[in-house]
């Protein structure tokens, strides 16, 4: 039976799963991370799981693979040195960005300094227009003459990133041409190439991010893909992309600022599998770990996809206060404080939590390490959510005394409440700040987040899910078994895709259908090409988009446009898919205002494989087997006695009413309230609230 | 019921959610692009008696800050006891909201159980109000486009037809002046929405008591911070170009315990061009400065604002009467946070910055295209920021105005100009312990054989920007033809087809004594191109190998010896 293995590359952990075809395997392994050497820890956790459930390295179809580790190179500046080449008089446009203060008061305010230093940005004589012709033809000279510049600067990567390139890559492909004939070594990429949009500003930085991490892509994927091939793998090796699509390792290490957000995305595309399986289309993924939560949409099976996202934030939760990465990602956002977020009072004495984190060292008060400032693990364990005996599965213990003494001094005696008063406070604020986050986040979408139920993960997901749920008014939570291993398990649903965009700002009322077609034709065909090196090209699917706006307004839309050859007939589609759209979000339109398109787009993608789910370990209906004792928490106004359930004697069928608390070793759901509680086919438990 | 802390911590937190929710939904449906770009707008939340109690976290100080006072103009118009559930009220009079007629603002009171529980508000940039359009030009207000005094532009849920048809009859842009506004309406509505939906979740008949305890708190946390600076007046002047004569700004500062006041006597007289600024402008720009000083975590409300007195003498330039001209009222109004930092750094050096450029540069281009037909195009861009204690000041970035800047490539996709240039401007930022931010370049023309009309409404043309403790002068801005002859700013220059104008926009004022900056910083600068090597030996007394950059310690020791 051909397996198939997801492994997911974490600060700490690297968590992997294996299935099997038939649905009747879910092997999973957690290994430590090895930052110097990453693939070492997927490697070993291969192993692991090959040898523990006795399975033979060539029974492996394939392995996904997802991972930080380009995010991480950005925000570490720890890439190859990396120089720009653009147009002349426009050196400066990556350090000129967009002129705009994101922080209103803060005087202090800092931008991320751009990838290539000044000294590093050099200019080419040649002009391109917006309408794509030539005003100045390429002079060649002006290219030849940086080659002496580069090499004697050490130079490791350049980014090459011309005026209107977006319309006519003829000049950038010719700098690249010379400039890859005299530097063979250096690592070269052209904003055509990675990112064709219109903004040089994004385009620029989009480029130089990606060139930045190309020699450790490069390095880090040919050699885990060496290591596996020397265990036995044969299979092809895939790598996530941030867009919730697996590609090859050649898509990869060219264009490997596609996976930066592979991560978390797959977490999303979990939540999206596993709503599959449960029949719930529509949900609210609610991912919550030492120092962060996300949130993400799942909508009609889908995550959402945002067009953009910023790296190496200066001001982690402020929009603008990042490098701009203009490549489609999950949209994923960052909607508040994780377990380890510290809290603190501020000037005037109200309760704040994080952004500031404990991390893993010296970590909450609880962990005994030399923390002293109280953290919301510290507060949750005050209100007798976790059991400082069985944390981590008992692998840890936590001190309960040390943490109620930090929450008091910090908290409950400056405020003039009691202990338990005070930890509770900070376990609400921590759900408020979550809750009021997505619901923006969810009107910002045209979706009222009150119909959505949500799916819990990460360590403290499942601690939180059922406080935030009762504030967004959630009909329920689902809490998937293995948590802590989501992500992984997400990327073995991820289907091989790519994505293309063409800038080509017109009016619909006057478009040039030829121009658009052919546009839409070499994408599919680029797509086709570069997919059908690992899928059978009669299985791939391509869905085309374009995107919008009003004339004069400055957010376009993604809408769906027609396949086919498009003509004058197919606008009327095209305005109704946009007002559908519009409506959705802003719920009326304007009259008589024109549409613009600005880009279009193709997805190409092959056949999306299942995720099955093993069935529940455990068969018996009756909970009370499972109860494994009682312990006080914190629920309404004060401490009341609740069952404790373990969650691998819970079997199908299995329901009980909370307050209740259920323990597994990565996570504890905590129930504080009169949710009804059921365990599904698939060792999901799901608490309806109402 | 008795709201324990915690409690009104999260009603607190919802009521900021609430509003922001409101700004981001009229960002997004705005189609003027300064307002859904740069966030020119504000959202505010306000209890019965017309305080403000929460706001959105947007863009531009001006109109946050005077929209906090306009609510009581309203209820002096209409008292709440007289309005009726579904009335919107609107008004863009530059005297009681953010002092130009391009600004209006939407008012909407909410009602629970037939009784007015609150009240959302925000206001907008129009794309339009008829008038000369934006421009510093006009000599009396009347020119400047339709006045809306407070009038109702819904009553009782049905809209005022007159009104929509006196706006429709006066602005250019009917179609997006008309969406923008009905989006405003949409946007308190929403605002109106949540804010019954969680008075129902914790039992509250309305907000009063939370207000309260928000406005009071605020209040009080601005009063100790007040108060712990030392008792005394600390005046300061700033001189601007002003628009044929230059202009004095004149600030005094006197704190009295935990009462502060900013006084503007001695300001120059209001002119008969519209650079003008009203008072409740005055306020904001001023407020917002003292509370970026000294208290950027405290919240903004009716509280905070309430130990901070704006007086200016009556016709003078900062607090112009009806029918001065204000429709370029920035170009005065963004230096005040600077003043006020003038007035601060004698006290709290630390804590402000060293002058900015200021004042956004507004350019405007009218020409025809190639293809046929006429163009109009405007934007705004920024100069350098003043440094502060520990930090070099940031280039090319707006400071007091939050606003976004636009594109090369977007401009010219847009509009026939055709831009050969955009570069920091080397040596442009004041030179100090920590150097001001740098001004940029542009260089741009008409693509086409036609004669074009450039406009520029610049400052700091003449007056730098200057550094704090020792710091030295930002470079001032220039505008010329490509040979070199100087244009005149604030007016439209008709130039000859294939004509190209450069725009250097100043740099900030430098923090402390460019003799105690790191020479390895004056180094990377100057291998930057930040700083030329020209700089570094005369201003910051550093000596480098011009191929290396290496510092020759020896003898920027002894150049910083005769210092």
């Not at chain 2, 730098?464 to 020792?470: H, M, N």
């Given at each position: 039976m051909a397996r198939r293995i997801g492994s997911d590359i974490g600060g700490t952990f690297t968590d992997l799963v294996m299935v099997s075809d038939d649905g009747q395997d879910f092997a999973i392994a957690k290994v430590l991370t090895t930052p110097t050497e990453p693939d070492r820890a997927v490697v070993d956790g291969v192993d692991q799981l090959l040898s523990a459930n006795d399975v033979d390295a060539s029974a492996v179809a394939h392995l996904v693979h997802g991972t930080t580790l380009f995010t991480n190179a950005l925000i570490e500046r720890k890439g190859a040195k990396t120089a720009l080449v653009t147009t002349k008089g426009f050196r400066d446009a990556v350090e000129i960005a967009r002129e705009?203060?994101?922080?209103?008061y803060d005087l202090r305010m800092e931008r991320p300094a751009p990838i290539a230093p000044r000294h590093l940005r050099f200019?080419?004589?040649?002009?391109?227009?917006?309408?794509?012709?030539?005003h100045l033809p390429l002079d060649e000279a002006s290219v030849a003459a940086l080659v002496p510049q580069l090499a004697a600067a050490g130079v490791e990567a350049i980014a090459v990133?011309?005026?209107?390139?977006?319309r006519n890559d003829a000049h950038e492909r010719r700098v690249g041409e010379i400039l890859a004939a005299a530097l063979p070594s250096v690592a070269i990429s052209l904003s055509c190439d990675v990112n064709p949009e219109i903004r040089e500003y994004e385009r620029a930085s989009t480029t130089l991010c990606n060139v930045y991490v190309r020699k450790i892509a490069d390095?880090?994927?040919h050699r885990l893909e060496r290591r596996l091939q020397d265990r036995g793998l044969s299979g092809p090796l895939y790598v996530m992309q941030s867009q919730g699509g697996v590609c090859d390792i050649d898509t990869a290490t060219a264009l490997p600022i596609r996976l930066v957000e592979s991560g978390p995305a797959a977490g999303a595309l979990a939540a999206a599998a596993y709503g599959d399986l449960i029949g719930a289309k529509n949900l609210l993924s609610f991912d919550m770990g030492g120092t962060t939560a996300k949130a993400c949409l799942i909508l009609d099976g889908e995550p959402l996809i945002a067009p953009d996202f910023e790296v190496d934030r200066t001001y982690r939760f402020t929009k603008g206060s990042g490098l701009p990465v203009k490549v489609p990602v999950i949209e994923m956002i960052e909607i508040g404080a994780g377990g380890g977020s510290l809290v603190t009072l501020d000037a005037m004495g109200r309760l704040a939590v994080g952004p500031q984190s404990a991390g893993a060292e010296p970590g909450p008060v609880s962990y005994g390490r030399g923390g002293t400032q109280p953290t919301v693990t510290d507060a949750d364990l005050t209100l007798g959510y976790l059991d400082p005996t069985y944390f981590l599965g008992g692998t840890m213990a936590l001190d309960t005394e040390a943490a109620a003494a930090a929450v008091d001094a910090t908290v409950a005696k400056p405020l003039g409440l009691d202990t338990l008063a005070a930890a509770h406070g900070v376990h609400r604020l921590v759900n408020e700040n979550m809750a009021s986050a997505a619901r923006i986040h969810a009107v910002e979408r045209g979706t009222d987040v009150a119909k959505l139920p949500l799916f819990a993960f990460g360590g403290a997901g499942p601690v939180h899910a059922y406080g935030v749920a009762s504030i967004l008014g959630s009909p329920s939570v689902v809490y998937p078994l293995g948590a802590g291993v989501m992500s992984a398990a997400g990327l073995l649903s991820a289907p091989l895709s790519f994505d293309f965009v063409r800038t080509m700002p017109a009016g619909l009322d006057a478009m040039d259908w030829d121009a658009v077609n052919a546009a839409l034709s070499t994408m599919e065909a680029d797509g086709a090409k570069i997919l059908s090196r690992a899928t059978d090209p009669s299985t791939l699917t391509f869905t085309r988009s374009a995107d919008v706006r009003y004339r004069r307004q400055g957010y376009e839309l993604r809408v769906p446009a027609p396949s086919g050859t498009l003509t004058e007939a197919d606008r009327p589609a095209i305005q109704a898919a946009f007002e559908d759209a519009y409506r959705t979000i802003y719920g009326q339109t304007?009259?008589?205002?024109?549409?613009?398109?600005?880009?279009?787009?193709?997805?190409?993608?092959?056949?999306r494989p299942g995720l099955s789910l093993p069935k529940a370990a455990v068969s018996g209906t009756d909970a009370a087997t499972a109860q494994k004792g009682s312990r006080r928490i914190y629920v309404g106004s004060s401490m009341v006695d609740v069952p404790v359930y373990d969650r691998y004697a819970l079997g199908e069928g299995a329901t009980f009413q909370g307050p209740a608390i259920v323990e597994e070793r990565e996570s504890t759901v905590v129930i504080a309230g009169p949710g009804k509680a059921r365990v599904d086919a698939h060792a999901n438990l799901i608490v309806n609230l109402r | 019921m008795a709201l324990d802390q915690l409690q009104l911590e999260v009603i607190w937190n919802r009521l900021i959610a609430t509003v922001n929710e409101q700004a981001a939904a009229l960002m997004r449906t705005s189609f003027t692009s300064i307002v859904r770009e740069a966030g020119d707008l504000s959202a505010g939340v306000f209890d019965r008696s017309g305080r403000m109690v929460a706001q959105a976290v947007t863009g531009t100080p001006g109109h946050i800050n005077s929209m906090a006072t306009s609510m009581g103009h309203v209820l002096a118009e209409f008292p709440v006891d007289t309005l009726a559930e579904g009335d919107v009220i609107i008004t863009n009079d530059p005297w009681k909201t953010a002092s130009q007629l391009n600004d209006i603002t939407i008012f909407t009171p909410v009602f629970k159980a037939g009784r007015c529980v609150a009240f959302f508000a925000n206001c907008c940039h129009a794309l339009d109000i008829g008038g000369r359009g934006l421009s510093a030009d006009s000599r009396e207000i009347y020119e400047e486009g339709l006045q809306i005094p407070i009038l109702k532009l819904y009553e009782a849920g049905k809209p005022n037809k007159t009104l929509y048809a006196m706006l429709t009859a006066n602005v250019r842009a009917t179609e997006e002046v008309l969406g923008d506004l009905h989006s405003q309406v949409v946007g308190n509505e929403v605002g109106a929405k949540q804010l019954l939906s969680f008075l129902d979740e914790f039992g509250l008949d309305d907000i009063e008591e939370v207000s309260e305890a928000i406005v009071s708190r605020s209040e009080a946390a601005m009063r100790e911070r007040i108060a712990a600076l030392p008792d005394g007046e600390y005046p300061f002047t700033m001189t601007t170009d002003g628009f044929d004569e230059p202009i004095t700004l004149a600030a005094n500062v006197i704190i009295t315990g935990d009462q502060l006041t900013v006084d503007y006597a001695g300001t120059s007289p209001a002119i008969d061009r519209g650079i003008n600024v009203a008072l409740n402008y005055t306020a904001a720009y001023t407020t917002y400065g003292i509370k970026c000083a000294i208290s950027p975590d405290i919240p903004n409300n009716d509280g905070s604002f309430r130990p901070v007195t704006v007086t200016a003498p009556k016709g003078c330039i900062v607090n112009c009467e009806h029918p001065s001209p204000v429709g370029g009222r920035h170009l005065v109004g963004h230096f005040l946070p600077s003043v006020v930092f003038g007035a601060l750094s004698k006290i709290l050096p630390q804590n402000v910055m060293a002058a900015s450029f200021d004042a956004l540069w507004d350019s405007q281009v009218y020409g025809d295209r190639p293809e046929g037909g006429r163009f109009a195009y405007v934007w705004f861009a920024a100069g350098g920021a003043g440094a502060i204690h520990g930090r070099d000041g940031l280039s090319a970035t707006a400071f007091p105005s939050g606003i976004a800047g636009v594109q090369s490539e977007m401009i010219e996709a847009l509009v026939p100009i055709h831009i050969e240039k955009r570069e920091l401007l080397a040596d442009s930022g004041g030179p100090g312990e920590w150097r001001g931010g740098l001004g940029q370049a542009f260089t741009l023309g008409v693509r086409g054989d036609r004669p074009f009309l450039f406009s520029g409404l610049y400052d700091r043309m003449n007056n730098?920007?200057?550094?704090?403790?020792?710091g030295m002068p930002g470079?001032?801005?220039?505008?010329?033809?490509?040979?070199?002859?100087p244009l005149r700013a604030k007016t439209r220059v008709p130039l000859p087809a294939n004509e190209t104008v450069t725009l250097e926009l100043p740099g900030g004022g430098g923090f402390g004594a460019p003799h105690h900056r790191a020479p390895e910083a004056v180094a990377r600068d100057v291998r930057d191109g930040y700083v030329s090597l020209n700089s570094a030996r005369k201003n910051y007394g550093v000596e480098l190998d011009p191929t290396t950059y290496e510092v020759d310690l020896a003898k920027t020791e002894a150049l910083r010896a005769t210092r």
């Open positions: 705009h203060r994101f922080d209103m200019e080419v004589d040649e002009r391109v227009m917006a309408d794509g012709s030539v990133c011309l005026l209107h390139a977006y390095v880090y994927l304007p009259s008589n205002v024109e549409l613009d398109v600005i880009s279009w787009r193709v997805v190409v993608s092959g056949p | 730098p920007a200057e550094g704090i403790a020792g470079a001032v801005g220039t505008l010329h033809t490509k040979t070199g002859n």
